[in-house]
């Protein structure tokens, strides 16, 4: 069983950075696809950001070139570098594993999830 704790959200303004943590504990870390999904008031669960664990990453349209997704093996942990925020950004943020096949834009595809972490974006 893994469990996986998200940290670093927080309230900012349209323009600013924040950086979510997700360690992850309780399983073989390496092997898993990591993703971050989110979701945003009155709307589905949405993919934004996932590595690979050889590093292999993808972004959902909306965030690419202002989110980063990392991970760190040794810590156990991933994380996601989010620049010049929008209001639009606001959301909760999920942490996710992967341990099988299947797209990795499906939240259904993933085996763990965290308990998520609140950002909100002022305009």
């Known amino acids: 069983q893994v469990q996986l704790v998200e940290s670093g959200g927080g309230l900012v303004q349209a323009g600013d950075s924040l950086r979510l943590s997700c360690a992850a504990s309780?399983?073989?870390?390496?092997?898993?696809?990591m993703a971050w999904f989110r979701q945003g008031p009155g709307k589905d669960r949405e993919f934004a950001a996932g590595i690979s664990w050889t590093n292999l990453t993808r972004y959902t349209d909306s965030v690419k070139g202002r989110f980063t997704i990392s991970r760190d093996n040794a810590k156990n942990t991933v994380y996601l570098q989010m620049n010049s925020l929008k209001p639009e950004d606001t959301a909760v943020y999920y942490c996710?594993?992967?341990?099988?096949?299947?797209?990795?834009?499906?939240?259904?595809?993933?085996?763990?999830w965290g308990q998520g972490t609140q950002v909100t974006v002022s305009s």
């Open positions: 309780g399983g073989t870390f390496r092997t898993y696809v």
């Open positions: 996710a594993a992967k341990s099988g096949t299947g797209t990795w834009y499906f939240a259904s595809n993933y085996n763990y």
